[in-house]
Each structure stands twice: as C-alpha cells, then as structure tokens.
C-alpha cells in the first residue's frame, strides 16, 4: 500500500521559505511516476502548485512557477517542496500526492493527509 | 485559463437515494482528462473516477461518472451514510501541464 506522509513547520514567517518534505512508502519514488504538491485555502480551494519526476523533469503551476522548487531525494525515498518569500495568501493545507498518467490523462491516485501551514509572524 | 464549475455548493440527501453532482467546463475539454474526488475532514483525498468515467482500484460500483460536451456528473446510485464529504471535478491540461479543480460540492447525508 502505497502512504505519503507530510512534514515541516507549522508556522512561517512572511517573506520566509516554506519548506515541506513528504515521506513515501509502499513504492520507490525511482521506480516511475510524477511526485507533486497541491494545497488547499477557504478562498482558492484546491489548488495544483506543481510535480516532478524523479529524473529532475518538472511542471509547476504558472502562478506560482517563480517562487517553487521540488526536489527528489531517492536515498530517503522522499520529495520536497521550497515556496519562497511567502505571503499570508499562501497560508494552507498543503498534501503531497503521487501523479498518474494513463494515456495522455493523468490524476492523482494516493495522497498524504496534509499539513497545515500558516503564514504569520 | 478553463474554470471548472460544481452547481451545488451542498446536497443534503438520505441514505438509499441518488445522488447526482455535476461539473461544468467553460470550455470543451477531453472527457479522458477528467477525474473526480472524494475528500473527508481530515483525511486525504480518494481518486473516485478517472478518464470521466473509470473507476479508480477499490471504489464500489455504486460509484459512476459520465460526461456530455462540457458538462460532466458523478452519480451514486445508492447514498451510503460513509459517503458523505466534499466532492472536486479536477481537469488535466496538457500545455503545460497543469490540473485544475472545481470549487467542491458538500454532501451532506440525511
């Protein structure tokens, strides 16, 4: 069974980096697919911030693409996400989720539970 | 940019009924791109139907999607107390790649 489990501080300051890390297990995330990150806000709902391959490919949302960066760490089986200079606008429950492709579609079929992040200092 | 749209903000329905949500695209979109989840307080979300009309490993045949034009539903035929949640249409985009969701549907059981 394939768990995806977040982590990283609940409290960041404005202009900061926000920093989360989510552990895999159940699969090796070298073995295939896209790893990625969507969060969620009363305002804006769900929102898809971006997600990468293990090879370093990645897409990222536009919106957000000048301040994202994901990363792979295969050793620990792991992937990251680094959004910076935050503003209280990107205060959210943040899930980390496994990407798949079928065809030229594609969905996200396992999910972490979420961290909740607030930006405030 | 298309923008999914969910009619119902809530549905409030009692167990054994149909239930039906519907998601609408401002624009035509592949049916083969659309997905739809089930998400509880607390808990990570549950890919529920693929491709507009695939059901997801696991998920009972109770469960259904469809989709006409621009216009897509998920039905469930027979409300179970467990099925009760918030429930997105997410669209896959392809330049660039890119996934965007409807803005939820609460199910509420009676």
């Known amino acids: 069974q394939v768990q995806l489990q977040e982590s990283g501080p609940g409290l960041v300051e404005p202009s900061e980096t926000l920093s989360l890390t989510c552990a895999v297990s159940?699969?090796?995330?070298?073995?295939?697919?896209?790893w990625g990150w969507i969060r969620q806000t009363p305002g804006r709902g769900l929102e898809w911030i971006g997600s990468m391959y293990h090879s370093g490919s990645t897409n990222y949302n536009p919106s957000l693409k000048s301040r994202v960066t994901m990363s792979v760490d295969t050793s620990k089986n792991q992937f990251s996400l680094k959004l910076n200079s935050v503003t209280a606008s990107d205060t959210a429950v943040y899930y980390c989720?496994?990407?798949?492709?079928?065809?030229?579609?594609?969905?996200?079929?396992?999910w972490g539970q979420g961290t909740l992040v607030t930006v405030s200092s | 940019e298309i923008v999914l749209t969910q009619s119902a903000g809530t549905l409030s329905l009692s167990p054994g009924e149909r239930a039906t949500l519907s998601c609408r695209a401002s624009?035509?979109?592949?049916?083969?791109?659309l997905a739809w989840y089930q998400h509880k307080p607390g808990q990570a979300p549950r890919l529920l139907i693929y491709g507009a009309s695939s059901r997801a490993t696991g998920i009972p045949d109770r469960f259904s999607g469809s989709a006409s034009g621009t216009d897509f539903t998920l039905s469930i035929s027979r409300l179970e107390p467990e099925d009760f949640g918030v429930y997105y249409c997410?669209?896959?985009?392809?330049?660039?790649?890119?996934?965007?969701f409807g803005q939820g549907t609460k199910l509420e059981i009676k």
């Open positions: 997410q669209l896959f985009g392809t330049s660039p790649p890119m996934y965007t």
């Open positions: 989720a496994r990407h798949s492709y079928y065809g030229s579609g594609s969905f996200q079929d396992y």
């Open positions: 624009q035509s979109v592949s049916s083969g791109y």
């Open positions: 159940g699969y090796s995330v070298s073995s295939g697919y896209y």
